[in-house]
């Protein structure tokens, strides 16, 4: 009877801890990250499942409108936060600009650049430039 109540109180113990560790993955990755954040330091995200909400400011499709009507194609935007711009790749037809959207996706380091001490004095900034961008994964127009 004892060891039916402690196996009892050992799966009770792992089901509260994994409910309550995967609800709170759920609303972590959930939260909206700032787009200037990751400008600022896009090493710290890369490869990261992010949430960013916002504006579009511009939109360009690749591919064009045939492309799109057999399935393929891609779209690339311009998302506006309020905290700074990130790049949002997307298959498919990109929003409308102007539209606030919402998008999970994964932080992709397209390229990067090193620059020299001396040109970071002359010029101001950061020693690095990186072309960053949020690859959509899920997209929901508000």
């Excluded at 492309?67 to 498919?92: H, K, P, R, Y």
Aim: positive net charge; charged residues 20%; glycine residues 16%.
């Amino acid at each position: 009877m004892r060891r039916k109540r402690r196996w009892r109180a050992l799966y009770t113990l792992l089901l509260l801890v994994g409910g309550s560790g995967a609800l709170a993955h759920f609303f972590l990755a959930a939260r909206p990250v700032q787009a200037g954040d990751i400008r600022r330091d896009p090493q710290a995200f890369a490869g990261r499942h992010v949430t960013v909400t916002g504006t579009v400011l511009g939109s360009a499709s690749l591919g064009g409108a045939l492309m799109s009507a057999f399935g393929g194609g891609a779209g690339f935007f311009l998302l506006d936060d309020g905290s700074g711009q990130i790049g949002v790749t997307v298959t498919g037809l990109p929003p409308a600009k102007g539209k606030r959207v919402r998008v999970r996706g994964r932080v992709e380091i397209l390229a990067s650049l090193s620059l020299p001490d001396s040109w970071t004095k002359v010029f101001g900034g950061a020693g690095e430039l990186s072309a960053v961008v949020v690859r959509a994964e899920e997209l929901s127009v508000e």
